[in-house]
């Protein structure tokens, strides 16, 4: 698979600005099929000049070309965001509020209680359910919906507004 390092050989390589070693040729080989040791990386033994990158080393570069490729991780979180998924948890990256229905019902609701005389019934409704989920998202703040709540509170109420007073201006005009 690989040449064979002298069994006596003590290697060192650069992490960042430390300095790591020295190591067996064995643990050596191990850090690098762990990826630990990657072929930019400055590395130096007994007999080398000078520190140089691993993949200028020749009895490195075959051990270097079969060692694993580098693990992903997950990026870190945003201080904000300790304890929610990276990106929100969903396809949506946290913009619909799917764990709160009330807040989702009631937004959806509302804009269904703009159409004229319809809003006279949906408007209390989004109302309702715009109520109910704020109280959901203060309970619970891993279920968001807070901004859908209070849409649906503002365009319930001024639907619900404008179709009494409309019904009233009707009525006292007779």
Do not use: C
């Amino acid at each position: 698979m690989s040449e064979p390092i002298e069994p006596t050989t003590s290697w060192y390589f650069a992490a960042g600005q430390e300095r790591v070693g020295p190591l067996g040729d064995t643990e050596f080989r191990t850090r690098i099929e762990a990826g630990e040791v990657r072929p930019e990386m400055l590395v130096w033994r007994k007999g080398m000049g000078a520190w140089a990158p691993a993949s200028s080393v020749p009895e490195l570069q075959l051990s270097l070309a079969a060692g694993h490729p580098a693990r992903v991780t997950a990026p870190p979180r945003a201080p904000g965001q300790i304890g929610r998924p990276a990106g929100g948890g969903d396809a949506t990256g946290g913009l619909i509020p799917y764990k709160n229905g009330p807040a989702l019902a009631g937004y959806y609701t509302s804009v269904v209680s703009l159409i004229p005389v319809v809003g006279l019934v949906l408007g209390p409704v989004a109302f309702g359910l715009g109520l109910a989920g704020w109280r959901k998202a203060q309970a619970n703040p891993v279920v968001s919906g807070k901004a859908h709540s209070v849409v649906a509170m503002v365009l319930g109420g001024l639907t619900t507004l404008s179709h009494v007073a409309l019904v009233v201006v009707m009525l006292v005009s007779r």
